[in-house]
T-cell receptor, first 114, second 112 residues
């Protein structure tokens, strides 16, 4: 299962610390996405990027930041401003930039903040 | 606002029965509707998708139907098996494209 690599699989942080989640893709896809998954709430979009050096806020962007300096990489920073950061974070990539093509997901990072 | 509603949130069936999961979307311009399956502890994986120029698509025991007038689409699984047990998500493009909005998920349990 190659394509989208997220690291680490599990991450533990103290409250008040920023933490960066890594996402790398070797599919040469233009678009990349970050989703947050909580029990019973499905997948909620945090940020997405359709092209290098450009990104847009999703539905729950507050307390998060991203960068897209390279096509292959889309790291997500969970800042101390995020009130409830403990969750499962999924990165995805898609071939098109219109939301009209399948997404390929990474294996996710489970972040626990205490 | 843009929204994808998915029902039911949980579904329990006997092995061999059929399962149907329904989703509604808000943007009439949406033209792509995928379904994902997520097994426990794993990533979501695409199982079937449909575009707006067709009303139905089948792949073995799985089918998806689309009603553009009513703005809803459904996943149909026939002859269910215990390995079909998972969480299923529907999705549709958000307003102005560029992203996929997911439904809340349906936890399907197939009892042997």
């Amino acid at each position: 299962d190659g394509g989208i690599t997220q690291s680490p699989k599990y991450l533990f942080r103290k409250e008040g610390q920023n933490v960066t989640l890594s996402c790398e893709q070797n599919l040469n896809h233009d678009a990349m996405y970050w989703y947050r998954q909580d029990p019973g709430q499905g997948l909620r979009l945090i940020y997405y990027s359709q092209i290098v050096n450009d990104f847009q806020k999703g539905d729950i962007a507050e307390g998060y930041s991203v960068s897209r300096e390279k096509k292959e990489s889309f790291p997500l920073t969970v800042t101390s401003a995020q009130k409830n950061p403990t969750a499962f974070y999924l990165c995805a990539a898609g071939q098109g930039s219109s939301g009209g093509s399948p997404l390929h997901f990474g294996n996710g990072t489970r972040l626990t903040v205490t | 606002g843009e929204n994808v509603e998915q029902h039911p949130s949980t579904l329990s069936v006997q092995e061999g029965d059929s399962a149907v999961i329904k989703c509604t979307y808000s943007d009439s311009a949406s033209n792509y509707f995928p379904w994902y399956k997520q097994e426990l502890g794993k990533r979501p994986q695409l199982i079937i998708d449909i575009r707006s120029n067709v009303g139905e698509k089948k792949d073995q025991r799985i089918a998806v139907t689309l009603n553009k007038t009513a703005k809803h689409f459904s996943l149909h699984i026939t002859e269910t098996q215990p390995e079909d047990s998972a969480v299923y998500f529907c999705a549709a493009p958000g307003f102005q494209g560029g992203k996929l909005i997911f439904g809340q998920g349906t936890e399907l349990s197939v009892k042997p």
